[in-house]
């Protein structure tokens, strides 16, 4: 696995650093080696004035604060020992990268069967927009590796570091809120699962250790049975209330980062004109083909993960149903053109778990080798793109 994680990188690194020669760029304060400047793109640029200066607020304008502090403060750490911010925002990207694969990896193979498991690492490994995580100075891998990695905690019934584990998540990204209550309802769900299994045992209709699956009724029933030491889930809410309390303290709203959103430049709002992709159809119009294109894609695979939810409900349970659902939901009514959606799901791991489990099981036995090729293509086009200097999520 990790030796299929290297070839990739090693593919998308010449990919990307072939594709930025093509482009002039002056960034006189990079100075890890020349190849690597491929990969500093975009909100890369955002990190690294935080990591460097710290953040800033100007209400009404786009500010650093709509950039949430896991990142950036671990890019702080490792590059002080480095002596080179871009080189640590890199590394803490593909090593972050590498290690949510083989967690990803860790978790399919516990509830897949083998075919299922082993295409859906590839379709994780493959996907368009699996580019932020081999090497970009981003944050969404690190955040994939934080979310997984919580999970898997919480499935070895390690409620309280699990917890810990989710609130790096939640100071990770917006869309950490989906870490809280994807835990909290996965929790209810193992709690109703150990009750039914207890019962059946009292009443001789089952083994001890066998665990049937609870419904929505037994889920929400559980929820008077929680002790303290399954409560230690709770904590992962304390990494977004450290960020509000942050930004209450420092600049006087502790909703800064919301606010900023929708300044000049960036203009997500919330209202009608957010909800029906005004701008979205309006660049199809007038946006360079290239644009329209992009956002397009990051549109049809929204589109795509919204019809795999079933599959990761019936497959997964409700407590993953929960956190896909609301990642997904987040960019769907967040979002005025599907800018950044590719990101999103890309974090949304069960869906691509169920993605990979529906080309396993598919009777069109074409379709599998057909969708992983037509993967890779578009991930060497994007990242194309991305060396290239043009927006890709």
């Not at 904590?235 to 942050?246: E, N």
């Not at 869906?351 to 991930?379: K, M, N, Q, S, Y």
Request: hydrophobic fraction near 55%; proline fraction near 5%.
């Amino acid at each position: 696995m990790l030796g299929a994680f290297a070839l990739v990188a090693a593919v998308l690194s010449a990919v990307v650093g072939l594709a930025s020669r093509s482009v002039p760029r002056a960034v006189p304060y990079l100075q890890g080696p020349d190849w690597l400047d491929g990969w500093f793109q975009y909100d890369s640029g955002w990190y690294y004035g935080i990591v460097t200066g710290g953040y800033d607020y100007v209400p009404g304008q786009q500010s650093s604060i709509a950039f949430f502090p896991t990142y950036p403060l671990a890019v702080r750490g490792l590059g002080a020992l480095l002596r080179d911010y871009q080189l640590a925002g890199s590394l803490i990207g593909v090593a972050s990268g590498a290690a949510a694969v083989v967690l990803f990896g860790a978790w399919v193979w516990q509830r897949l069967p083998r075919a299922s498991a082993l295409t859906a690492i590839a379709v994780l490994m493959l996907y368009p927009f699996a580019l932020y995580l081999y090497g970009a100075m981003y944050a969404d891998s690190l955040f994939l590796l934080n979310a997984i990695g919580a999970f898997l905690l919480l499935e070895r019934r390690m409620y309280w570091l699990a917890g810990l584990v989710g609130a790096l998540a939640t100071a990770g990204r917006p869309v950490g809120v989906a870490v809280i209550i994807g835990l909290v309802v996965r929790m209810l769900e193992l709690r109703a699962q150990d009750r039914l299994a207890e019962r059946a045992v009292v009443d001789g209709v089952a083994e001890l250790g066998q665990a049937p699956r609870p419904g929505w009724r037994e889920v929400v029933r559980a929820t008077t049975s929680v002790r303290w030491r399954e409560a230690g889930v709770l904590v992962s809410a304390a990494g977004l209330g450290s960020w509000a309390l942050y930004l209450w303290i420092e600049f006087g709203n502790p909703l800064a980062f919301v606010e900023v959103e929708s300044a000049p430049g960036w203009d997500q709002g919330v209202g009608p004109h957010t909800w029906f992709k005004i701008s979205y159809l309006r660049g199809l119009i007038e946006a360079p083909l290239t644009t329209g294109r992009l956002l397009t894609v990051q549109a049809v695979v929204c589109l795509l993960a919204v019809l795999l939810m079933r599959r990761v409900w019936r497959r997964f349970g409700y407590g993953y149903a929960a956190y896909a659902g609301v990642v997904l939901l987040i960019p769907i009514i967040g979002t005025d053109d599907f800018m950044g959606t590719g990101r999103y799901v890309l974090v949304a791991f069960p869906v691509l778990a169920a993605a990979g489990d529906f080309l396993a099981t598919t009777e069109r036995r074409w379709v599998r080798p057909v969708a992983l090729v037509v993967c890779a293509i578009a991930l060497l086009a994007i990242a194309t793109f991305y060396g290239r200097g043009i927006e890709v999520s």
